[in-house]
């Protein structure tokens, strides 16, 4: 069953933009829309596995809906604001938000940080062990597996390929997968991830894994 994010934005623009990111990654999404006086009761409504809330909302604050949630509920939210100033940061994260992204934001890394959320919320024993096309993927032990053979993987590999092997059939941005080694895709050299992203194709490659299981889409990403 697909995780479910829901979003509290009043721009139309910015809230249909990210509702289709969201829902290209696999993810069900529900948005706000109507009067923001009862914003909390329906997202809690919507039994989320994550809320994207703005902080500046038409006749709403969203350190207010912000509070309302975290009282009745521990699902994590991420606080999206066009203020850069430290004090709403501060507040945001001492009235329950788990993380904080101001705007202008690339559509990939606020992604990064939603599945980020959405790791963390799940606890050290969630998805410890992946499977796809026959390649098993066993986190807990840095393992990747295929036809009795088994291999470690460095960090950088095993963050690549849970990257790809959480959304299976779908082409991850390298934007998006910089994000999660690096947690940022600036200041860091383009060739570097193209240098991670083969040293995992020739593990792979040891165990025998055929050369199409990850596919590179040319001035995109990569899928699995």
């Not at 706000?32 to 009862?38: K, L, N, Q, T």
Request: charged fraction near 25%; glycine fraction near 6%.
């Amino acid at each position: 069953m697909a995780q479910r994010i829901y979003i509290i934005e009043d721009d139309v623009a910015l809230r249909t933009e990210l509702a289709h990111v969201l829902e290209l990654s696999g993810f069900a999404v529900g948005a706000y829309e109507g009067s923001w006086a009862d914003t909390a009761a329906r997202a809690l409504a919507a039994e989320p596995d994550c809320i994207v809330l703005d902080l500046k909302l038409p006749g709403a604050d969203g350190h207010s809906i912000c509070r309302d949630i975290r009282a009745k509920s521990s699902v994590p939210i991420l606080m999206l604001t066009s203020s850069e100033s430290e004090f709403d940061e501060v507040m945001a994260m001492n009235l329950g938000a788990d993380d904080y992204v101001t705007k202008p934001y690339r559509p990939a890394v606020l992604l990064a940080h939603i599945q980020a959320l959405l790791r963390r919320s799940a606890g050290p024993a969630a998805d410890m062990t992946m499977r796809h096309k026959g390649v098993t993927l066993n986190i807990g032990a840095g393992a990747v597996s295929f036809n009795d053979r088994t291999a470690e993987l460095t960090r950088n590999e095993l963050r690549i390929l849970q990257t790809l092997m959480r959304n299976p059939g779908v082409v991850v941005p390298r934007s998006e997968i910089m994000c999660a080694l690096w947690e940022s895709d600036a200041f860091i050299d383009d060739n570097t991830l193209t240098v991670n992203v083969n040293r995992l194709r020739k593990t792979l490659a040891s165990l025998g894994v055929p050369d199409d299981f990850l596919v590179t889409r040319r001035g995109v990403g990569y899928a699995v």
